[in-house]
């Protein structure tokens, strides 16, 4: 059920994708700091000089902080997504062919436009899919009404929800790996056929993901308690020094845990779920289970299969437009 070992090794041979996460957070996390400084910068001089009010400043630091969120939205589903994707994209043709691509960020890239011609579509689709996700795992895991006699276990269960409702963002990306390795088919059909083989396979893809989110919860915070030492040695020189301190220790473990540790359980994931549904085919009877739980999920096969007609549609009028006269 857990595919650590074989995980491990995609993740370190798809490993330039990690780096270049790391390398687009930290132009982020630089351009980010450079917007708001000059922001800051802006209003306080204008303050200084008179030319504007404290009301007036606070409006525009509103302003800016509406538009910064615009431009972050827009980027994160542009070129954020395009790259989280290839990477996906290329895991799945490692686990499926047990070759790496030779320039593995074009061909990731590749793959994906060449599903989806805009990036917000598939955009678009990852988050049905989630959608569908948590329907799906909220419905066959809603038993906390059953423990309402306890506070304490209910607390529990309201943890593993959280948990749950984690996992589901993991899992969209294992179904968006199977749709990859689907080529010639209907992105949109092989979506639904990926969340039919989850309902199919949910007890292990979602308990061995469960197991690896509290493993990463208690390495993240094993992380953190280490790092700790450093503000408080850098706080007995002065104050100034132990925000920088603390400063350090938010962005190692950041760094760590957004640019290691989180895309490592993405790859254990995708790998899991892709090995363990490797067999099965998908069948109307785990589709009409999940439709019974999923609004969302009705709404993705009405969409696959307005894509599939479509596409036979073109296909008959290109085969009529070459066929002799």
């Known amino acids: ?12 041979q798809t490993f330039p994708f990690v780096l ?4 687009t957070g930290l132009l982020l996390g630089i351009a980010t700091i450079a917007y708001f400084g000059f922001v800051l910068w802006f209003g306080w001089t204008l303050l200084d000089a008179g030319t504007i009010s404290g009301w007036v400043g606070i409006v525009g630091l509103l302003i800016a902080i509406l538009i910064f969120i615009g431009i972050w939205r827009l980027f994160s589903r542009y070129v954020l997504y395009l790259v989280k994707a290839a990477h996906i994209a290329v895991i799945a043709e490692v686990i499926e062919t047990g070759e790496v691509p030779s320039n593995q960020v ?11 011609t805009q ?21 066959t895991l809603s038993f906390s009404r059953l423990f309402s006699f306890s506070s304490g276990l209910q607390n529990i269960i309201r943890l593993i929800g959280k948990a749950v409702a984690l996992a589901a963002s993991y899992i969209d990306e294992a179904i968006l790996a199977y749709m990859f390795t689907k080529p010639d088919e209907n992105p949109w059909r092989a979506a639904r056929d990926g969340v039919v083989l989850y ?19 208690a390495v993240a915070f094993v ?20 925000l920088i301190g603390w400063v350090a220790v938010v962005g190692i473990f950041l760094t760590g845990y957004v640019g290691i540790l989180k895309p490592w359980v993405k790859t254990v994931v995708i790998t899991t779920f892709l090995v363990e549904s490797r067999d099965d085919t998908p069948d109307s ?10 609004d969302r999920f009705k709404e993705l096969t009405r969409r696959a299969e307005s894509d599939t007609e479509h596409t036979q549609s073109t296909e008959r009028d290109d085969d009529e437009s070459v066929a002799p006269t």
Do not use: C
């Open 119 to 139: 990036t917000s579509a598939l955009f678009g689709l990852d988050q049905l899919i989630k959608g569908v996700i948590r329907q799906f795992n909220n419905q």
């Open 106 to 116: 074009r061909y990731g890239i590749g793959n994906v436009r060449s599903h989806f």
């Open 1 to 12: 059920m857990f595919h650590f070992g074989k995980a491990t090794k995609i993740f370190v």
């Open 199 to 217: 309902g199919k396979n949910w007890k292990p893809v979602l308990f061995s993901t469960l197991i690896i989110i509290f493993g990463m919860y």
């Open 223 to 242: 992380g953190l308690l280490a790092l700790t030492p450093l503000a408080s040695v850098l706080g007995g020189l002065s104050t100034a020094f132990e």
């Open 285 to 294: 009877e785990t589709m009409d289970r999940i439709a019974a739980r999923s």
């Open 20 to 23: 270049l996460r790391a390398a």
